[in-house]
């Protein structure tokens, strides 16, 4: 097993030649990559001026501008291709990394574009607030320092020896089962799904199951749909359904778990099979209840427990929603096909339920109309037999390439 310290080892350089022997002794194959701009005060197997490089730019040249945002950004972008190259050659089982902000900005810009599965490790001072810019949509696993990363300590000593068991074991997991999975060549199907829509995408599955697919499941919760985004543009996916494409609404009206503005287009980029629909586009989810921003008060609010609330889309919102899906849909290379449930588009959204607002309903249904070849169909989302049909397109695009 290859694992790959990467780290700043003109602050740090104790810190990592402690993991080095650590690892070492764990059974590993340690590569030291050096990211730090200044002298080394431990030997790299890689050094900054192989990752400056590799980034475009000189180590001299970085030390003498003097300025410590433009090197680290480069010092990242360059340990990224120094990683990409190790894996691509077959030699990284795992990557680990320790820092402060400026080390754990390196490493998490390192490791951003390594595979999901590849075990990814860093241990930082930053790990107790708000992570998502170093984790971003991947499967980096982030640990709090408990103090600060200056010599190993009796409690430091503590967090980077689990940090080092962690990656040592995750990398001996990964190449078991990779070993495993070697025969299983079934084509991977990307699916979107949140707790109001979950009965149509069991359903969906479990057609997809039968008929011989693997299905990747999605939560719909921002972080969710950039993944199945990612996955998307990594060519690992042979078809997308995205039938819950409610971080759609949070875009449009500010709640907190939107995907961005680059949400249901990476299918259509690259010309991926997909069959959509307008799952969850009835509401905008926000915080506890009283995080709801006080412009929103007089809108009709569901607390769906005791961290989420619920906000229904208004007529005007549901029309733009269909507008937007219907732009990106036309602007799929591949084939793309809307399926579009005429009986409710949650579980919320249903007679006598929360959500249920047909004048809403019928805005955005009559947004969508222009859609070339879209089924509509007179089912409620979650009903099963509005899942299957959706698999079953599926499949018949994925098998024939289908019209767009």
């Known amino acids: 097993m290859v694992v790959a310290l990467v780290g700043t080892l003109d602050t ?183 707790g109001v829509t979950t009965p149509a995408v069991d359903a969906a599955r479990a057609r997809l199951d039968e008929l011989g697919y693997e299905v990747l499941v999605f939560h719909a919760t921002g972080s969710g749909g950039r993944a199945l985004e990612g996955l998307v543009e990594s060519g690992l996916i042979a078809g997308v359904l995205d039938l819950t494409t409610t971080e759609l609404a949070d875009d449009l009206v500010g709640g907190v778990l939107s995907a961005g503005p680059d949400r249901l287009t990476a299918a259509g980029r690259r010309g991926v099979p997909q069959v959509v629909a307008p799952g969850a586009l009835d509401m905008v989810n926000f915080g506890p209840r009283e995080t709801v921003p006080e412009r929103f008060e007089h809108r009709t609010l569901y607390v769906h427990n005791p961290t989420v609330t619920l906000m229904r889309t208004t007529p005007e919102e549901m029309a733009e929603l269909g507008r937007r899906v219907a732009a990106k849909l036309s602007r799929a290379t591949g084939p793309a096909v809307l399926f579009v449930p005429l009986g409710g588009v949650s579980a919320l959204d249903a007679p006598g339920l929360a959500f249920h607002d047909p004048k809403a309903d019928q805005a955005l249904f009559e947004a969508l109309s222009g859609v070339p070849g879209a089924e509509r169909l007179d089912l409620h989302i979650n009903d099963p037999a509005f899942g299957r049909a959706m698999a079953e397109r599926l499949h018949e695009l994925i098998s024939t390439g289908g019209p767009k």
């Not at 068991?165 to 949140?194: K, T, Y």
């Open 12 to 194: 740090k350089g104790q810190e990592y030649a402690w993991l080095r022997e650590r690892l070492r002794e764990l059974g590993c194959e340690v590569v030291v990559v050096d990211a730090g701009v200044g002298e080394a005060s431990t030997p790299a197997d890689i050094g900054n001026a192989q990752v400056a490089e590799a980034a475009g730019a000189g180590i001299e040249a970085l030390r003498a501008a003097g300025d410590r945002g433009a090197a680290v950004a480069a010092m990242g972008e360059g340990a990224a291709a120094v990683l990409a190259g190790l894996h691509a050659g077959g030699g990284l089982d795992g990557v680990l990394a320790v820092g402060g902000s400026g080390g754990s900005s390196i490493a998490a810009r390192a490791v951003r574009d390594l595979p999901i599965g590849l075990p990814k490790v860093i241990v930082s001072t930053m790990a107790s607030g708000d992570v998502s810019p170093y984790v971003g949509a991947k499967d980096v696993t982030i640990m709090y320092s408990v103090v600060d990363i200056a010599g190993v300590n009796r409690v430091s000593r503590l967090i980077l020896g689990n940090a080092a068991a962690a990656v040592a074991g995750m990398a001996s997991a990964r190449r078991a089962a990779s070993e495993q999975a070697a025969g299983d060549d079934r084509p991977l199907v990307a699916a979107s799904m949140f």
